[in-house]
């Protein structure tokens, strides 16, 4: 089921998730459809479940390759739950972002280029994946859903925030969440 998404300015946006307890329930499977619905309807690369309103650890995320976004690299389309994070340089990238709880808008944010990140599928099983560059970049923006951070929250440079048709008036809007 579709459902609403939250938008930025809505306190449920800034708490910190709870982590999942139970993995295989019929309750967590129906979650993760209507996450899947939800962020296929708005054709977005990843999705928090607190962006729908449950207060969860639990993120979904994955792209294939689009015509759109020729330039994106491929994501394999992933269930993350009680996720953890562990940057493996202190180098940094920044690049376009934006969230399906800030339409319309984008910004120049940075990111670990190269990250670790650990935790679960729908059937409790480990995840344990080394990444850079944009699998990366979509990582940390989903799981900065679940203690409360919007992309805004990581923007250094203001001048490279704004609205899409202002930011490219010829098209080319970056990476979409
Ligand atoms: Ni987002």
Request: with cysteine; net charge negative.
């Amino acid at each position: 089921m579709i459902r609403d998404v939250l938008k930025m300015g809505d306190p449920r946006l800034w708490r910190s998730a709870k982590p999942v307890e139970q993995f295989a329930t019929p309750a967590l499977h129906a979650l993760i459809a209507d996450l899947e619905d939800t962020m296929r309807h708005l054709d977005g690369a990843g999705l928090a479940a607190p962006q729908i309103g449950v207060d969860l650890r639990l993120v979904i995320f994955g792209v294939d390759r689009n015509v759109r976004y020729p330039e994106a690299e491929q994501v394999p389309w992933t269930v993350l739950i009680n996720p953890v994070l562990t940057p493996l340089s202190s180098e940094v990238e920044e690049a376009w972002e934006g969230c399906l709880s800030v339409p319309g808008l984008r910004g120049w944010v940075p990111r670990w280029r190269h990250l670790r990140y650990t935790g679960f599928d729908a059937s409790g099983r480990p995840i344990d994946r080394r990444v850079a560059g944009f699998h990366a970049r979509v990582v940390q923006h989903e799981c900065d859903h679940l203690d409360g951070i919007l992309y805004p929250m990581r923007i250094k440079d203001f001048t490279r925030f704004g609205f899409v048709d202002q930011l490219f008036p010829d098209g080319g809007a970056g990476a979409a969440e």
